[in-house]
């Protein structure tokens, strides 16, 4: 089983800077994406940003330009970096991670998705 833990969310003034942080733990699994999604009062869940191994990192275009998605491999730890907030930047924020097992040596299970809890980021203006 695999667990992911938000964390870094809070009030930040518009123009400001925030990191939300995302700790992935676990035994035996391997991550195949890392992304951001966010969701605001009333409005659909939508990606923010999104990193793996094969590809360059995406940005929604909202944010790109303004937020870094980063990790920590060492500590399977993802960042979300964010400047330049704001005010439609506030929502609920969460990490999600693409997930394989090891089944036996060499065999891998199919992907799935894990999400964390969410944390949530207020930008005021």
């Known amino acids: 089983q695999v667990h992911l833990a938000e964390s870094g969310g809070g009030l930040v003034q518009a123009g400001g800077s925030l990191t939300l942080s995302c700790v992935i733990s676990?035994?035996?699994?391997?991550?195949?994406?890392l992304a951001w999604y966010r969701q605001a009062p009333g409005r659909q869940r939508e990606l923010v940003a999104a990193?793996?191994?094969?590809?360059?990192?995406y940005y929604a275009d909202s944010v790109k330009g303004r937020f870094t998605i980063s990790r920590d491999a060492a500590t399977n730890t993802m960042y979300l970096r964010m400047n330049s907030a704001k005010p439609e930047d506030t929502a609920e924020y969460y990490c999600?991670?693409?997930?394989?097992?090891?089944?036996?040596?060499?065999?891998?299970?199919?992907?799935?998705?894990?999400w964390g809890q969410g944390t949530r980021v207020t930008v005021s203006s």
């Open positions: 999600a991670a693409g997930i394989t097992f090891e089944a036996s040596p060499g065999e891998w299970t199919p992907e799935k998705n894990y």
């Open positions: 676990g035994t035996g699994f391997s991550i195949t994406a």
């Open positions: 990193i793996t191994s094969a590809s360059s990192p």
